[in-house]
């Protein structure tokens, strides 16, 4: 069941309490949706691999062009609204209410006791691989398209980054919460270096 809490422009979950709460039960391995994990990858690498070899089989950058951006595409939704939501209990989304506000929603599944016994961390890795690797690529991409002038291809690899930095940082949002969260996240690690810096000098000394 998708659980979500409300802000003024953003609702979210953070996943800790699920993950104290299933810490100690052992996750399974096995690859419960394999379609899902086939799609979550088929189309971000694909529109990699024609970005990459598109000119060596093709003269036609407008068909290149087409090519690479409805493989984006059909990526962000795909991911957007199904491989998060099976492979990772995740969704994030937008809606604009009755005065015309528009509000994103940020959401987590808590895991029962009956999915936790079912959790797949093999999934898992796949689809948190699949989406941080990729957008790394993209900005690479966008990088050597400008410094070496293929000013064409430029428009291409930012809509590369844009498309998939944008699911990126919204399963990131849904993986730990709001960015209060994130700041009480930072705080607190510092927090902790802090002591224990000061607790090993005061065992040398």
């Known amino acids: 069941m998708l659980q979500q809490d409300s802000n003024d422009d953003t ?11 299933t810490s100690n039960r052992p996750k399974k391995s096995k690859i419960r949706h394999p379609v899902a994990s086939f799609f979550h990858l088929f189309f971000r690498v694909s529109a990699i691999v024609v970005y990459l070899l598109c000119e060596l089989f093709s003269s ?13 595409s059909c990526d962000f939704w795909a991911v957007k609204n199904v491989t998060g939501r ?10 604009i209410d009755e005065d015309g506000k528009s509000h ?19 999934e898992s890795r796949i689809f948190w691989l699949g989406l941080i ?4 690529l993209w900005v690479i991409f966008a990088f050597s398209a400008l410094f070496s002038f293929r000013v064409k291809w430029l428009a291409v690899v930012i809509m590369g980054v844009v498309l ?8 990131i949002r849904c993986k730990v919460g709001s960015r209060k ?24 000394s």
């Open 11 to 21: 609702e979210d979950v953070s996943l800790f309490d699920a993950e104290e709460e």
């Open 60 to 72: 036609s950058f407008i068909a290149c062009m087409v090519t690479i951006i409805l493989l984006l």
């Open 86 to 95: 099976l492979m990772v209990g995740l969704r994030w989304w937008n809606h």
């Open 104 to 122: 994103w929603v940020f959401e987590s599944r808590k895991a029962s006791a009956q999915e936790s016994k079912t959790v797949s961390e093999a």
């Open 133 to 136: 690797a990729c957008p790394v």
């Open 164 to 171: 998939q930095g944008a699911n990126l940082y919204g399963y």
């Open 181 to 204: 969260n994130l700041t009480n996240m930072a705080t607190s690690y510092l927090g902790k270096q802090f002591l224990r810096q000061n607790a090993g000098e005061d065992q040398t």
